[in-house]
C-alpha cells in the first residue's frame, strides 16, 4: 500500500496547469497506485488527481461506487492519464467538498452528463459517458488537472462557500 499525504491549499502545485503524462511506464503506474491507494485511505474521498500528490502531471482516479448510496449505473474504479472532456451537457449546482480545500463545501455549477476519454494505466484508449453526481466527479478532477478548486467555481464566496461542521462545531467560523 501506498498512502500519500494529500496537498492543500495553498499549496502552488494546485494552481498550476498539469503537464502531460504521455506514455505509460513504470512510474505512471506507480502514480496510479498511489491515487488509488490514497483515495481509498482518506474517509470520504471518492476521487483524487495527481497534483493533490504534488506530482503536476495529468492523472486522476475516481470511484463512485464506495459512496453510502452508490448512483446506479457507475463505472466503479476509473484510472486515467491524460483525460479531457470531450462532451458536457445539461446544469446543475450541488455542494461539493475537496480533500485539498478540507475546511469548506462549496455549491458548484456543473454539467449533469460528460464523456471523458483518456488513457488507462494499461495504456489502453477509455472513453466513458456518465450522468449525475460521477459526472460532478469527472468534471472535480479534470479541474485539478488545470489548477481550479471547487474555491474558483463558486459564483460567490459569501454565499456559496460553507465552513464544515466539524470545524464549526470547534468554535473555528468563515471570517
Known amino acids: 500500500m501506498s498512502v500519500k499525504r494529500v496537498v ?14 504521455g506514455s505509460i511506464g513504470a512510474r505512471e ?10 483515495m481509498y ?13 504534488g ?10 461506487s464506495v459512496m453510502k448510496k452508490p448512483p446506479p449505473g457507475n463505472h466503479g474504479l476509473v484510472v486515467l492519464f491524460d483525460p479531457e472532456l470531450v ?10 467538498g475537496c480533500m485539498s480545500v478540507p475546511d469548506y463545501t ?10 471523458v476519454r483518456g488513457t488507462t494505466p494499461d495504456d489502453q484508449v477509455r472513453v466513458i ?5 460521477e459526472a460532478r466527479a469527472f468534471q472535480h478532477e479534470l479541474d485539478h488537472l488545470d489548477g481550479l478548486l471547487v474555491l474558483d467555481r463558486v459564483a460567490s464566496a459569501r454565499t ?12 473555528r467560523h468563515l471570517k
Open 8 to 21: 492543500t491549499y495553498p499549496a502552488r502545485v494546485l494552481k498550476g496547469l498539469a503537464g502531460p503524462v
Open 29 to 38: 503506474r506507480q502514480l496510479a497506485t498511489d491515487l488509488v491507494d490514497t
Open 41 to 53: 485511505d482518506s474517509p470520504g474521498c471518492i476521487g483524487l488527481a495527481a497534483p493533490q500528490l
Open 55 to 64: 506530482v503536476a502531471s495529468r492523472a486522476f482516479c475516481l470511484d463512485v
Open 87 to 96: 462532451l458536457a451537457e445539461g446544469s446543475e449546482i450541488k455542494r461539493e
Open 106 to 115: 462549496c455549491d458548484v455549477r456543473r454539467a449533469t452528463s460528460v464523456v
Open 129 to 133: 459517458e456518465a450522468e449525475g453526481f
Open 160 to 171: 456559496d462557500v460553507f465552513r464544515r461542521k466539524r470545524y464549526a462545531e470547534r468554535g
